[in-house]
């Protein structure tokens, strides 16, 4: 049943949670007094996790781990009385939680979308947000939505499903993934293989497969399903970082040639995609530059759009090539910097050294 503009809109917030008391007081306190119901599925904490949501007024559902994110969260979604939802972990937090509420109504108002697009910002290990505050990776996700007929499916990097029409809103979350995201892959991957191994969707599979272990520093296994998942996906923008991790899992492993081709299949399916044109930059600067260990060694993996062009003004003036950034000078290394404030790689970042010379970070982009 839709909701009309003069009924009252109950909003809800939907988790599920094991192990989260470090960071669950903060997730709980931002959302005090902007959402009418806090349901906790919790899937086998042994800390203080259930008491600190009971404390904080959520209901608290015990359900045992079953190896699949979207069956708990779909309980989650289940048990909820609202009609629609925020979908929040424990190691997240409203940022504009007074956007939350006027988002919601406007859209119920409107009675055209079922979704509404919520900005997440993280923050990982060496990459948090540099002087200018800027993330450590922000990206778009469905995360606000009318509960009534959405489904989420896949075990591991659930899809949300059910819904048609989704708008954009203001409403923003952080994101700490900061000590935690080797655990997050080794408990991804498996599932992730055991997809492969049922043969129940192998796009999906291939494709996160690929993201894994790409931030893991596997650069051979983050190659093999980046090339399986190429002519598996289809050419929904959410795929278009693929041709990237590629990119670089290809410079590291075959050379710049085969990364060049990467690229370019990439640019042919998401021309308007800012990082692979960032890629290309990159690509480009390798190509001119006749020691190939000179370039190398100032191009590293982009952990966000902003920490990426930081790179550039160094390596381009270390190429003799004229610097053509608004507001940047030659010889200017605080522009958009890198996580270690000298517009490299970022400090505490492990690194893996290859035959080409290229640095790259082990652990980097957080998934889930």
Known sequence: ?????????????????????RLLPRCLDSLQGVVDEI?????GSTDDTPAIAERFGARVLRSPWRDDFSFHR??????????WVLVIDGDEWLTT????????????????????????????DGFGPD?????????????????????????????????????MSSLALGSDYCGTVEGKLARSIPLLHRMLEAGTDDAHAHFYLAKSYFVAGRLDAALKHARAAE????????????????FYAALAVEGLAAADEAVRRGLERHPDFPELHHTAIACAMLRWNASFGRAARYVATPQ?????????PVAMEALGVPLALEGASP??????????????????????????????????????
């Open 131 to 167: 002087v200018g505050g800027r993330p450590g990776e922000r990206f778009w996700s469905a995360r606000l939505f009318r509960r009534d007929g959405a489904y989420y499916e896949y075990p591991v990097h659930n899809q949300l499903r059910g819904i048609r029409h989704v708008g």
């Open 331 to 368: 010889g200017r290394s605080d522009f958009f910097q890198g996580g270690d404030g000298r517009g490299g790689v970022p400090v505490g970042a492990p690194t893996q050294q290859r035959a080409t010379g290229l640095r790259l970070p082990s652990v980097g982009r957080a998934t889930r």
């Open 231 to 246: 002519p598996l996906v289809d050419d929904g923008a959410q795929y278009a970082p693929l041709w990237v991790w590629m």
């Open 97 to 124: 939680p007074a956007a939350l509420r006027p988002a919601v109504e406007g859209a119920a108002a409107a009675q055209t979308l079922d979704a509404l697009l919520v900005r997440v910002d993280t923050v990982t």
């Open 74 to 83: 779909n309980e989650s979604l289940e048990a909820s009385t609202c009609d």
């Open 39 to 43: 349901v906790c599925v919790d899937t």
């Open 304 to 312: 966000t759009t902003a920490g990426y062009v930081g790179r550039l």
């Open 1 to 21: 049943m839709q909701t009309t503009p003069t009924t009252p809109v109950r909003i809800g917030a939907a988790m599920i949670l094991r192990d989260a008391a």
